[in-house]
């Protein structure tokens, strides 16, 4: 009789060190009684959604300027090199531009959430709370 490993019961103890320790429960028994979800889907979706423009509005405003500055740099050197204002050179300028447009797009997060996302945020915060009070005075 010749050893074939695809026929017989795979091994109770992990091959290899990294591996998590091998689960002998049916997977039945591990799951988790449904229990009603809390607030309304429609809601999540929605706080998803602002969220989801939140942070696309801030890493665009701040890589969008660095790589307009690296594409200048790149591809138009005869404009980084010529003098702006003071004697200083347009692509040092641009350069040091980058800190005020990097809090420039901290600031438009923070006024993102403040209007939009966090007043979502609080809506279903109180109706999971009103929902948890309601459960457990059944």
Do not use: C, N
Not at 32 to 40: E, T, V, Y
Not at 114 to 120: E, K, L, S, T
Request: proline share 11%.
């Amino acid at each position: 009789m010749s050893y074939d490993p695809f026929s017989s019961p795979p091994p109770t103890h992990p091959t290899y060190p990294w591996q998590p320790p091998v689960d002998r429960e049916p997977e039945a028994a591990r799951r988790r009684p449904r229990r009603p979800a809390l607030g309304h889907h429609s809601d999540l979706r929605v706080l998803r959604g602002a969220y989801r423009r939140q942070r696309r509005v801030a890493t665009l405003t701040a890589l969008g300027y660095f790589t307009l500055f690296l594409i200048l740099s790149a591809f138009a050197p005869s404009l980084m090199t010529s003098t702006a204002a003071a004697g200083l050179p347009t692509g040092l300028l641009l350069a040091l531009l980058q800190l005020p447009v990097t809090w420039l797009a901290i600031a438009l997060y923070e006024h993102t959430a403040r209007v939009y996302v966090d007043p979502i945020a609080d809506r279903i915060r109180k109706q999971a709370a009103v929902d948890a009070k309601r459960e457990a005075a059944r």
